[in-house]
Structure formats: C-alpha cells, structure tokens
C-alpha cells in the first residue's frame, strides 16, 4: 500500500474495555465493540478504505496522523498549518485535557499526503483559516465530522464492530508498548500527565510473557 504504516500485528491483545453501558435495549457497548484498540491489519484496512472515500487525501492523513501520533478527535481538527514544518518534518503537538505538548517528527507518508493537503488548499483558496483539516466547504472540521468519518470508513473498511477515532489513539499506545518502547517515551509522546494511563498500554506488552513456555 502507498502509505506505508510500518506496523506489524502484534500480541498477546490488551483488554476490551471495561465499561458496561445498556442503550435503552440493553445493548451494552461490550457487546457491539469488542476492544477500545484497532489491530496493524485492521489500522491498515481503514487507511485503504480511505482511499475510496470523496476526500481520499485529507481522510488518510486523518488516519495517518491520529494512529501515528496518538492524536484525540480535538486534537487532529484543531491542528493548523503554524503546528506542522513541512520542510523539517515536524509536528507541534499540542495535547487538549491539560496534556503534555511535544514535538514529534514526521516521516515520508505523513509529508506526502500533508504536501498534498496543502498544496490543494492553496490552490481551491481553501487555506484562509490555517486549520489542516477542513470540510468540502473549505471551513475548519468538527469533532463530529471526525467521528462520522471514521465510522463510515470503518463499515467501508469491513470491520465487523463499530469504531470511533478515540480508537486510533489507543491503537498508538498498544503499538509502541508492544513494540518495546520506554514507558516513560510513551507517556510523553501522548501527552499523558499521569503515567498511569500509560501503564495500561505497557502492562501488556508480550515481552512480558515470552519466557513463560519453551518449545
């Protein structure tokens, strides 16, 4: 695939999520969403969906983006162009909930698409505001839009349970944890104030249980 995610399918898989909600049909969220967290295959499969959608560019780079950077739906529909430096490859992040801001690099897919987005503001005069991420309308995207967004491509993509963008975030702290990272590097690169919410993602890392059987 073009947008090359660089991640691998990774295990033993953390646990769903443990609040049990009934809808008026005693439905609970449990039961139409069996995890808070996306799988590499599944990351995958929306960023190729997006690829079919009215808006392919601008819907990739919002997967992209939140997967990669581990960004909230505010987040990513409050990023403007004065927090992203095409031509050093970085990204201001600016944390909502009284996170911890950083700076993160970009990488050649997260550039691409990005020079892309921008380029076609400026041409469409679309770019008036600085936000990244605007609507066919040209004006700033909404945390609606965002969620709508990733639904939708979430059914496209064939995904069997309903997903929400919050997912992508979550999706990055799994990620990193099994991919061995420091918790500490963690914690700063989302922003968390309190390492405890970090923990969550680490605690599960594999590395934790590889010694546990020898074949």
């Not at 139409?32 to 190729?48: C, F, G, I, K, Q």
């Not at 983006?65 to 987040?75: D, I, P, Q, S, T």
């Not at 004065?82 to 009284?98: E, F, Q, S, T, Y």
């Not at 897919?109 to 936000?131: C, F, H, M, S, W």
Request: positive net charge; proline residues 6%; aromatic residues 6%.
């Amino acid at each position: 695939m073009s947008t090359e995610l660089a991640i691998t399918e990774s295990s033993p898989s953390p646990p769903t999520s443990r609040k049990v909600i009934p809808n008026r049909k005693g439905i609970t969220r449990e039961s139409m969403r069996p995890r808070e967290y996306l799988t590499a295959d599944e990351v995958n499969a929306l960023s190729d969906a997006a690829k079919n959608s009215r808006n392919p560019i601008r819907d990739e780079a919002i997967i992209l983006l939140g997967f990669r950077h581990g960004l909230r739906a505010a987040e990513i529909v409050s990023l403007k162009w004065a927090m992203v430096d095409l031509k050093a490859g970085i990204l201001h992040v600016r944390r909502v909930k009284g996170g911890t801001p950083s700076t993160h690099p970009l990488r050649g897919p997260e550039l691409r698409v990005l020079n892309q987005i921008r380029g076609d503001q400026e041409q469409k005069g679309k770019a008036t505001e600085g936000y990244v991420f605007v609507s066919e309308r040209g004006g700033r995207m909404t945390t609606s839009n965002i969620g709508k967004l990733i639904g939708k491509v979430g059914k496209n993509a064939g995904i069997p349970f309903p997903i929400h963008p919050h997912m992508l975030r979550h999706s990055c702290g799994y990620y990193l944890a099994n991919d061995g990272q420091d918790t500490r590097a963690i914690q700063h690169y989302l922003g968390h104030v309190n390492i405890q919410h970090t923990v969550r993602y680490t605690e599960f890392s594999p590395d934790r249980f590889k010694h546990f059987f020898k074949d």
